[in-house]
Each structure stands twice: as structure tokens, then as C-alpha cells.
């Protein structure tokens, strides 16, 4: 499984970021899959965002679900993720899958900056 985030790598404060992330390798309606954003600002630790499972399901960070979208093209087999933010970070598209055991496969990260 291959996962690959797209999107702008700079976005104006209050301006609502949009990310892709799109798998290949294997169907985003997979049962027992869940699919994550997660970001880390500069010097700061992982913070997860949301997902949404293999059924459609979102799920979303407490602090930050008045914030947050994420949704998904199971044509195009891709996931995203709609956050209004000032923070700059790197982000994060995971895959959390059950077979047995869990196994998470992550994206390389891309990095969105805040300026105006």
C-alpha cells in the first residue's frame, strides 16, 4: 500500500487548508481499514486529526472536530482532509488496518506553511 498527500504547501492564516491523499496498492473501503490525517508542527509532537473508516465512518480530535472535515472519493480512491488552521506542520496520511494484528502504513508527509 502506497499512500501520497497533495496539496498546497502554503496557505494564508484562517484560510482552510485542503489535503489529498491518495492510495494506491489498495481500496480505501478495505474492511477493517481506517484512514487517518495526523500532522507535526516544527519541534512539537504527532497530533492526530481525524479519519474515516473502511464503512465511511468520520472520526474526529476533540479539540479540533469544529475545525475538521476529512472525507473520501472511492472512485478516485482517495481520502481528505479540510482543516482551518494557523498552524504549520507536516501532514500526515495513514492507514490503520486489521488482519490479525494491526498494521499502520503511513504517507512521506507534506509540509503546509502559514503565511500571509
Known amino acids: 500500500v502506497r499512500l501520497q498527500e497533495s496539496g498546497p504547501g502554503l496557505v494564508k492564516p484562517s484560510q482552510t487548508l485542503s489535503l489529498t491523499c491518495t492510495v494506491s496498492?489498495?481500496?480505501?473501503?478495505?474492511?477493517?481499514?481506517?484512514w487517518s490525517w495526523i500532522r507535526q508542527p516544527p519541534g512539537k509532537g504527532l497530533e492526530w486529526l481525524g479519519g474515516?473508516?473502511?464503512?465511511g465512518d468520520t472520526y474526529y480530535s476533540p479539540s479540533l472536530k469544529s475545525r475538521t472535515s476529512i472525507s473520501r472519493d472511492t472512485s478516485n480512491n482517495q481520502f481528505s482532509l479540510q482543516l482551518r488552521s494557523d498552524d504549520a506542520a507536516v501532514y500526515y496520511c495513514t492507514k490503520l488496518v486489521y488482519g490479525g494484528s494491526w498494521t499502520d502504513y503511513w504517507g512521506q508527509g507534506t509540509l503546509v506553511t502559514v503565511s500571509s
Open positions: 496498492g489498495g481500496s480505501i473501503t478495505t474492511s477493517y481499514a481506517y
Open positions: 474515516i473508516g473502511y464503512s
